[in-house]
């Protein structure tokens, strides 16, 4: 196989990292066919396309997204040479990419990327938003992996996955009940105000299916889609809340918030959702790896 052609590289990257040939092509003083011959001569070489059109954009491939890590890892190379032969040296790094849903809880987060955090040799990128735009981001290999807290829908040409991570109870909690007998559900919840996830939860659905059941119509003093504010609402207001321990775990330990009882039959699913490719970030196994692990102990 012949060597790497670093100027082709060097155009590729160009092109990537402005997402038009035309500009690249201006910035560099060519003709955006001249470009393009360069960007074809690369994808023959590596035998993959790096750029699919979509409308009037350039989009990269997974294969595409590979070959930009590393375009980036190399030109930063000569970066990191001058300053190590300036007495300045900086340590290679790998990056990892993850998408979570803006209401997921953020302790759960905290625990997925955990043995990341801190290594020397990672760089851990973490994107907040809607599971639309971040599934998008996903197709286009713009992040890794998503984490979510409901699969992503699926069919037969689909190339997303769903990774289980956890199951978590759910529990309502609140402020210690000093002086108060031992709240009871559901009977309680027709007179305790309560604070819930909004309606596009799961776990809101489950839980009014149980209350519509046992005939019990709450007080509910307010609906939060973000499991942040749901958090801080426990804490500051009277009543219970609908919540997975998880959410407020730090809160439990240290008082501030008791659990006054798990639902049952309710749980909260957490999903790493990952796009099939056939060139798999090494870092994302890991810790898709670590987290299989601690389920099979839990279920042991």
Not at 99 to 125: H, K, M, W, Y
Request: proline share 5%; aromatic share 6%.
């Amino acid at each position: 196989m012949a060597d790497l052609n670093y100027n082709h590289l060097r155009y590729f990257w160009a092109v990537a990292h402005d997402g038009n040939l035309t500009r690249a092509a201006g910035r560099m003083n060519l003709s955006q066919s001249a470009l393009s011959v360069q960007i074809r001569k690369l994808e023959y070489q590596v035998g993959h396309p790096l750029f699919e059109r979509v409308g009037k954009k350039l989009v990269l491939t997974e294969a595409g997204r590979i070959a930009l890590d590393y375009a980036d890892t190399v030109f930063k190379a000569g970066g990191e040479l001058m300053s190590t032969l300036r007495g300045h040296p900086v340590a290679s790094r790998q990056v990892l990419r993850v998408g979570a849903l803006t209401t997921l809880s953020r302790n759960f987060q905290l625990e997925f990327v955990r043995p990341l955090v801190g290594r020397p040799d990672v760089e851990l990128i973490v994107r907040s938003g809607n599971i639309r735009d971040l599934l998008a981001q996903l197709e286009a290999h713009a992040i890794d992996v998503v984490l979510a807290n409901s699969a992503a829908p699926r069919d037969a040409r689909s190339s997303l996955r769903n990774h289980l991570l956890d199951e978590q109870p759910v529990s309502l909690v609140g402020r210690p009940r000093r002086g108060k007998r031992r709240f009871r559900f559901p009977g309680d919840l027709r007179t305790e105000p309560l604070l819930l996830p909004s309606l596009d939860s799961d776990i809101r659905v489950a839980f009014d299916r149980i209350l519509e059941l046992a005939g019990v119509r709450p007080t509910i003093l307010a609906e939060v889609d973000d499991m942040a504010m749901l958090r801080l609402l426990a804490r500051e207001r009277e009543g219970v809340t609908l919540v997975p321990p998880i959410v407020v775990r730090d809160e439990l330990e240290a008082g501030i918030l008791i659990e006054h009882c798990r639902i049952p039959g309710v749980t909260e699913s957490f999903y790493a959702i990952v796009k099939k490719r056939r060139f798999p970030n090494r870092l994302l196994s890991d810790v898709l790896g670590i987290a299989d692990t601690a389920i099979s102990k839990s279920a042991g």
